[in-house]
């Protein structure tokens, strides 16, 4: 089967709005989208202090194989995430350190894929920010095809090409690119609200008290 591809035309986030969106944990973001639009826990970074902040790319991937991610990796932008549907399969590796250094090579922000990975020390040393949801030694096949720029479930939550990533130790989250001025706004008040919490525990006021709850003795 062929390598299809969608044509995808995106409004690409202003640097000084990415530049705020480097504060934001992707815990808050996710509190600010009503704990929706979050992958599934098995997506975690290949290294402990990776981080994400860019806009996605996709790919839709058959299982076992990834010719369809080589051919997207030609296709980055700058700063671009690739994140790839390869159906959550972990008994192959559908990315490893070949493809890492490709992608370094056009200067992408780093890779989100819900399969597994390989090449493990190498992908730390070469640093690019990588998220996945296994490893194994076992390596891909080739031609089978696959879609690139569509819209995917990566981590079972819904990505289409230009919503924002956003990865840290805890996970990703992911920010519709329709509604990123909005939520840029309401995490930036939220990360100010965890910032007066803080200041109050300190000063001896604990979270029951602002919340409010109440206990009854039975």
Known sequence: MAIQRYTSCF???SSASLSKWKEIPAAVIADCMNRTN???SRIS????G???LGQARTVDCFVGDNSASHIAVSMLKPGEILVIDAKAHLDTAAWGGIMTLAAIKQKAGGVVIDGAVRDVAELCELGLPIFSAGTVPKGPSKGFGGVIDGIISCGDCAVKPGDLIIGDDDGISVVPLDKEEQLLKSALKKLNEEEITMSEIEAGTLPYMRLDLKVEDI
Do not use: D, E, Q, Y
Request: avoid cysteine; charge should be positive; glycine fraction near 0%.
């Open 11 to 13: 409004k690409t986030i």
């Open 45 to 48: 970074p290949v290294a402990r």
């Open 50 to 52: 990776m981080k994400l």
């Open 38 to 40: 979050v992958m599934s």
